[in-house]
């Protein structure tokens, strides 16, 4: 008969080994993400339940791409480039690995959005991306003073000269094309054709100049020029006008009559990632309900966690409904998968309309 000491001291020592083991498997996760996906308190949360510490670094798709492509995909062991930055860059570049979907609870998707992701960022059947954070962007206007305006380009109507702002990136390149009636993203395999979509939409913005209040970097300073009142009207994105909703119910996010350009941001490998377990598991972690509604109360933005718009907050639901009406949803322009070599044709557009005077 084994005695009741012999039982603890089995115990004991169970214990240590299970702590020992995880200590040993414990890894640092480095995420390259964007601002409000990985809030401290999530952060805490995942230390406490795995034993993985996590280093994150704030970034955007620009700098996401030329950091991996920098070292070849090292640095990082997850990144969460939107979908439409996937395919290219690795074709082009080999700085992803493939996503071994065996390791994803796939239960917690939801399934349409999650086939969707996969579907864009795959290579020769295997899958590189996997949607986490989702949203659009569009018009944030102060409706008292820009009430009129409907659609990008009327951005550009003399009744705003010096009163509007939007970036100098690609999303103001695909908005003006659909709002002067062109469907960029149906030109993606016709090289000629985007090329000549963009000149069509660099000449309207070269023109549209005088109107620009600034052309904004970050959400700081466009929130800033809409607070002041220098500027009424804007290309941002949904929660940028919800923020700011709360603070003068005069100004929101409108959907464009062309239909809001909707991105989804993913999960995604780094080729050089050393911590993949932790990766995983923190994919697994907060695509949890009750953890991606933390997430979505911090970023503003929904994510693809199946269940957790149950649980955000009733102003933020309120808020979306209000934008998006059904029919503003499924006017949505999706972005596909960007083809390699686009992105040179768009930067060089940019740089031009930047140089103009």
Not at 95 to 116: E, G, H, N, R, V
Not at 120 to 149: C, E, F, K, Q, R
Not at 169 to 188: Q, V
Request: charge should be negative; hydrophobic fraction near 45%; include cysteine.
């Amino acid at each position: 008969m084994v005695s009741r000491s012999t039982l603890k001291a089995s115990a004991a020592a169970a214990v240590i080994t299970m702590v020992a083991a995880q200590g040993a498997n414990a890894d640092t996760l480095r995420l390259l993400t964007w601002g409000g996906y990985a809030p401290e308190a999530v952060i805490e949360l995942f230390e406490k339940e795995t034993g993985h510490t996590v280093e994150v670094t704030k970034s955007n798709n620009e700098e996401m791409i030329a950091k991996l492509r920098a070292t070849g995909g090292g640095g990082f062991d997850l990144a969460q480039p939107s979908q439409d930055r996937i395919a290219g860059p690795q074709e082009e570049f080999g700085i992803y690995k493939p996503i071994d979907m065996s390791k994803i609870d796939t239960s917690q998707f939801i399934t349409s959005m999650l086939d969707a992701t996969k579907g864009n960022t795959m290579i020769g059947g295997d899958v590189y991306g996997v949607p986490h954070v989702w949203g659009t962007s569009g018009l944030v206007l102060d409706t008292n003073m820009a009430g009129a305006v409907k659609d990008y380009v009327d951005l550009c109507s003399d009744e705003f000269a010096g009163k509007v702002s939007y970036r100098l990136k690609r999303p103001t390149l695909i908005g003006f094309a659909f709002s002067m009636g062109m469907d960029p993203f149906a030109a993606y395999g016709d090289e000629d054709a985007y090329k000549e979509i963009m000149s069509k939409v660099e000449a309207k913005l070269i023109e549209c100049k005088a109107n620009v209040k600034a052309y904004w970097g970050g959400g700081d300073e466009l929130m800033n020029l809409l607070r002041s009142g220098e500027v009424v009207a804007s290309m941002a994105w949904d929660t940028g006008g919800w923020k700011l909703n709360s603070e003068k119910p005069e100004v929101t996010f409108v959907a464009p009559s062309s239909g809001a350009l909707g991105w989804i941001d993913t999960f995604a490998l780094p080729a050089k990632g050393k911590a993949d377990d932790a990766a995983y598991a923190w994919i697994n972690f907060v695509m949890r309900p009750d953890i991606a509604a933390m997430i979505t109360d911090v970023a503003g933005n929904f994510t693809a966690s199946k269940g957790a718009d149950a649980m955000v907050s009733e102003e933020l639901k309120v808020k979306y409904q209000k934008s998006f009406p059904p029919a503003d949803v499924d006017n949505i322009n999706w972005y596909p998968t960007v083809p390699a070599g686009l992105e040179a044709i768009e930067g060089a557009v940019l740089d031009r309309v930047k140089a103009a005077n």
